[in-house]
Structures are given as structure tokens and as C-alpha cells.
């Protein structure tokens, strides 16, 4: 019973670098999320996923791009990292988000430098 | 911009005490209503959910909602040490959509 699983845990990268960060889950849930969690600034919105195929904007897309691979992977990218976006980024899922609300992941914690 | 607010605290409660944490939102159309307690360095853990107006009760949790006054509350009976943790607040705003909202939390300490 993984759940959702996050990969990597930790990273850190250089200003201008590029990286992907993986979520896969086995629950069969039809969507998925990313998001990032700041001080004081709560759980926001990246990009989310409603069914496999399909992906949509959240509160903070600038300088991120999503794929979702099949039903169980969702990656979010970074093209080229900014210290901005020095956070802690959570995947979840979720069967029916209105009556289930969301399951998430271990989250990553990445430093851009 | 649909919101949902919290007090940041910290919030200091002594051990056995009552601990009550509270969240307003903004869209009077919002349907559904959930608790999250997030341990400092890991994620996010649902606790309660509650859909409807008046009390929900699960243990030692009890969630309250008034949808008129569009705010919702959760209350520890008999708070623990273990109780100490950042609490969130997630409202799903449309009906039929997929999203929560999340409230920036309350940082709740119980005091042994």
C-alpha cells in the first residue's frame, strides 16, 4: 500500500538548471496535483491533472511544465530553475477530491542555488 | 480570489485541554470541507471531512461547519502532546471541481 510516491526527496540545484520530478500512485485515482508549500504561503496550486490525457493550470504555473504519463505518473519539470522556486513541492492524488479530498505525497524538498 | 483564511498562531494549549482551530472562506457556494494535520517536515494527513451544517464527531476530533456564517472549526477534546502539529484547512469551492482550496494553517502546541 504505497500510495503516492514521490521521487526525489531532496535535491539541489544550480540557477539555470533543469530537473523532473516524479509522482506515481496506486490507488487508481483519476487526478493529480502538484504543489508547492512556502512559509506563510500555504499549499498552492501548480498544475493538476483531472483524468489521464489532461492537464490544467493552477495558481503558479510560471516555470513549470506537467506530464501525466498515464493514469498512476505525474511529473512536474523544472526548464531552468530559480532561487523562486526554493520550496517544498507535494504531489497528491485523489478518487473524488470534493468528497475524498486528497492523499499526498512525502514531498520534495528542492534548494536552487 | 476565493480564500480561505486561518490564524497562523501559534496557538498554545495545555495537555487535556480543548483545543478549537477555525477557518473562514470566502465562496458561499463551497460544498465541501476538510481538516488536514501536517507534522512539521512531513505531509499533509487528512483527519476530518465534513460536508453538511452542524457537528461531525470522530474520536476525540469534531468537526463544526456554518455554512451561513461560512466558517468551519475543528475542536481537540483532551489535547495531547501528539496533537502538536500545523492544522489546515481545505475548502472545495465549485461544485464538480476537482481542486481544494488550502488555508496557510495554524501551528497548534500542547503544553504537557
Known amino acids: 500500500n504505497a500510495g503516492v510516491t514521490q521521487t526525489p526527496k531532496f535535491q539541489v540545484l544550480k540557477t539555470g538548471q533543469s530537473m523532473t520530478l516524479q509522482c506515481a500512485q496506486d490507488m487508481n485515482h483519476n487526478s493529480m496535483y502538484w504543489y508547492r508549500q512556502d512559509p506563510g504561503m500555504g499549499l498552492r496550486l501548480i498544475y493538476y491533472?483531472?483524468?489521464?490525457?489532461?492537464?490544467d493550470k493552477g495558481e503558479v504555473p510560471n516555470g513549470y511544465n506537467v506530464s501525466r504519463l498515464n493514469k498512476r505518473e505525474f511529473s512536474l519539470r523544472l526548464e531552468s530553475a530559480a532561487p523562486s522556486q526554493t520550496s517544498v513541492y507535494f504531489c497528491?492524488?485523489?478518487?473524488?477530491?470534493?468528497?475524498?479530498?486528497?492523499?499526498f505525497g512525502s514531498g520534495t524538498r528542492l534548494t536552487v542555488v | 480570489q476565493k480564500e480561505v483564511e486561518q490564524n497562523s498562531g501559534p496557538l498554545s494549549v495545555p495537555e487535556g485541554a480543548i483545543a478549537s482551530l477555525n477557518c473562514t472562506y470566502s465562496?458561499?457556494?463551497?460544498?465541501?470541507f476538510f481538516w488536514y494535520r501536517q507534522y512539521s517536515g512531513k505531509s499533509p494527513e487528512l483527519i476530518m471531512f465534513i460536508y453538511s451544517n452542524g457537528d461531525k464527531e470522530d474520536g476525540r476530533f469534531t468537526a463544526q461547519l456554518n455554512k451561513a456564517s461560512q466558517y468551519v472549526s475543528l475542536l481537540i477534546r483532551d489535547s495531547q502532546p501528539s496533537d502538536s502539529a500545523t492544522y489546515l484547512c481545505?475548502?472545495?469551492?465549485?461544485?464538480?471541481?476537482?481542486?481544494?482550496?488550502f488555508g496557510t494553517g495554524t501551528r497548534l502546541t500542547i503544553i504537557p
Open positions: 481545505a475548502v472545495n469551492m465549485d461544485f464538480g471541481n476537482e481542486k481544494l482550496t
Open positions: 497528491a492524488s485523489s478518487r473524488d477530491a470534493q468528497y475524498y479530498g486528497y492523499t
Open positions: 465562496d458561499r457556494g463551497s460544498q465541501s
Open positions: 491533472s483531472a483524468s489521464e490525457g489532461t492537464t
